[in-house]
């Protein structure tokens, strides 16, 4: 299985991959630089109960790498099947099931890892440029164990809900489509209309993540039987 991963992400140019990974998290370490300081007073920990920079920085990730989940879940399943290329590995010696798992686990640990780097950088940076920017950090508790654990399980649990894209850009043989639908995704995931959203909606997310391991799991299941596009 591992062979196989690495045979998707070099198919795929891996390279470029992270490279874009790096300028978005430069892109958002300077927009949270530019906005911390607002963002942040005694005020607002004490009305909230959490730190905003926190809870700004895990929106931000969120929709950037949920948006670029669905691309990769584009370009390594979908666009795979569009443009026949699926053909070939379909030829190989291995269950169909096998090969398409492991194109899911590739685009899954790419986005995880860059999710909870990009994180961890953002936080990183915040907190070594609080002298220069006045940005009041007291609510970054990065000593503790609990605030990574939570920014791991977050991370997971986004990425995991960005394959609900992956059958509807199947079923309509669209990867524009599977990119479409994870816009939607991140809209309905994190959010507002007024003083209604649906961030950090415990309920909410365990459903969609529940549906989202159904669809990878239908997915690849019902892949030995169905007709290659």
Known sequence: MLKLIRLEWKKNNIGKQIRIAVITTAVLMLFMLMTARELETTETLEAYGKSMLDASVALFVHMSYMVFTGVMIAGYIVGAYEKKTINLMFSYPISRAK????????????????????????????????????????????????????AVLSSAAMVSISFIALPIGMKMKSSKAAIVAAVIIVCFTQGQIGSVTLVNNMTFYAVLFAVAVASVWLSVRRVEVRDVM
């Open 99 to 150: 090969i398409i798992l492991a194109k899911v686990l590739a685009v899954w640990i790419f986005d995880f890892v860059a999710m909870v780097i990009s994180k961890a950088l953002l936080y990183a940076g915040l907190l070594l440029t609080k002298s220069v920017t006045g940005i009041n950090a007291e609510g970054l508790l990065i000593g503790e164990p609990s605030f990574w654990l939570d």
